[in-house]
């Protein structure tokens, strides 16, 4: 019995190592700064989030950034709290599209209800 979890969990690394060193999406949206600068800060380009659920939209910017975490504020109108990720909308959000941002940076997205959205 041991023998057959040690085997399981052996091959579920393996796996999970292989499909780390394959997967490079967020490469191709990497700033690479300063030319002739050998290690140059860590800088992508804000893909466009309106209209998107909170959830799968904070997923796109970590899968832009490879991974590394970034500050990211929901901010819901009036004063509800933002709770539950998949019932709100981005209707905005700073850095803009297109725009060029880093760790250092908060990412801002203004939310509303989904189910009540009137995002302009």
Known sequence: MNKRIIA????????????????TPASA????GVAGNPNPPSAWVMPD????????????VLAVTGGEQVKIKPVATGDRAVINQEDWLVCAQ????GKV????NTIT???????????P
């Open 94 to 97: 700073s850095p803009g599209p």
């Open 101 to 104: 941002f880093t760790a250092k």
């Open 8 to 23: 399981t969990v052996s091959a579920m690394c393996a796996v999970s190592a292989g499909s780390l060193l394959t997967a």
């Open 109 to 119: 997205l203004k939310v509303e209800r989904s189910k009540q959205a009137s995002c």
């Open 29 to 32: 949206n990497r700033d690479t």
């Open 49 to 60: 989030l309106k209209g998107m659920v909170l959830f799968p939209a904070i997923k796109s």
